[in-house]
């Protein structure tokens, strides 16, 4: 059984906020966030704008991509760590904003990981129980959780919802290949962020953060292409994590491969933590730089420690 990638939404809030922007506000400047980062301009959404109706825009642009109606979905997951409240999760308000009744909804945590994670828990889930579609979102809010006095973090993120259909059939072997997911909570501590109070901020050690990544991912990366078969000249596009310009850049360094087969949308979005694979993703489709047929690798890492890869044919 095949499971295919049917359609694609993103949604970004309206606000913006530029480097200049944050120099006002703490001791920072365009040029420091640029060459550290390759961050220009990030979107954060108001303080009355729900995440979950970017999900539900999001959701919107992917059902009318894919030709499924809300009514006939069966399942939606969402990774987020951002959630409007505890509960209900994201995922039921976007099932009720979509009329959704029949699907099975709720949502997955997993940080920056979290799309990766929740395409995971689907497939397995569409393979194990038979359900015949999914409507898969990462999204998050991290501008709620920013401390605005700290430079070293609150130059990062940007918020942002994107989501994907996925659908199973016989599709001639397209779909999803083979995925590669890990964790080590044992060093979660460089990367936190609580839920009440003081422990509401994100806490994170930059350099350690980097370290991981740079090391972990490129490992991950070819663990997922040595299951899938393929060789990593066979992969049009790697569509990693939107967290730093230098980590993309390292990754793509580390494996012997072009940067151009790199895509980056950072420099207007910041880090969007779990959104930022599918809101990428979905720019790439509709700007049709992914094919039919194109064998695609998503990669995400962050808080935990999580990280994950998946490979798909278009
Ligand atoms: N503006 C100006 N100066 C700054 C800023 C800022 N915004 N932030 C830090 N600095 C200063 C520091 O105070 C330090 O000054 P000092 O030398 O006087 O002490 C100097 O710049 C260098 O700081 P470093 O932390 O060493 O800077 P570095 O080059 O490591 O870059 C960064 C910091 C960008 C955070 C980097 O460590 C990084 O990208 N880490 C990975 C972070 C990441 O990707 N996190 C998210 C991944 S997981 C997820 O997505 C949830």
Redesign the pocket.
């Known amino acids: 059984m095949d499971i295919v990638l049917s359609g694609s939404g993103s949604a970004l809030p309206e606000k913006n906020l530029t480097n200049d922007d944050l120099s006002r506000i ?4 365009d040029e ?2 640029k060459s ?2 390759g961050i220009v301009d990030r979107h954060i959404c108001k303080e009355d704008e729900p995440l979950s109706l970017l999900a539900l825009k999001s959701a919107q642009k992917a059902l009318e991509m894919s030709g499924i109606k809300g009514s006939q979905l069966e399942l939606i997951v969402a990774g987020t760590s951002s959630p409007d409240r505890n509960f209900p999760g994201c995922a039921c308000d976007v099932q009720a904003g979509l009329g959704a009744e029949g699907a099975v909804c709720f949502d997955v945590s997993a ?2 990981s979290g799309f990766i994670y929740a395409v995971h828990v689907a497939e397995s889930m569409m393979r194990a129980s038979g359900y015949k579609n999914a409507l898969v979102i990462g999204a998050d809010a991290l501008s709620r959780h920013i401390d605005w006095t700290d ?2 973090t609150c ?2 993120f940007g918020d942002g919802a994107a989501a994907a259909v996925l659908v199973s059939g016989e599709f001639g072997g397209r779909g999803i290949i083979a995925s590669s997911l890990g964790s080590d909570g044992s060093r979660g501590a460089c ?1 936190t962020c609580g839920s009440i109070g003081e422990d509401k901020k994100l806490y ?1 050690d ?2 350690e ?2 370290k991981f ?1 740079i090391r972990k991912v490129p490992e991950n990366i070819q663990e997922t292409i040595n299951k899938s078969g393929l060789k990593k000249e066979d992969i049009s596009l790697f569509v990693l ?1 939107q ?2 310009k ?2 993309i850049e390292m990754v793509a360094k580390k494996l012997g491969l072009s940067e151009e087969r790199f895509p980056i949308n950072l420099e207007y979005t910041g ?1 969007t ?1 779990g959104a930022s694979i599918p809101i990428l993703l979905d720019e790439l489709i509709r700007a049709k730089r992914i094919k039919k047929g194109d064998n695609i690798l998503l990669s995400g ?3 935990g420690l999580t990280w994950g890869s998946l490979i798909f044919k278009y």
């Open positions: 703490v001791d920072t400047s420091w966030i550290r980062t940080a920056c430079r070293t130059v990062l990367l994170m930059g350099s953060v980097f990544a994590h967290a730093n230098r980590i880090n933590s890492f962050g808080a």
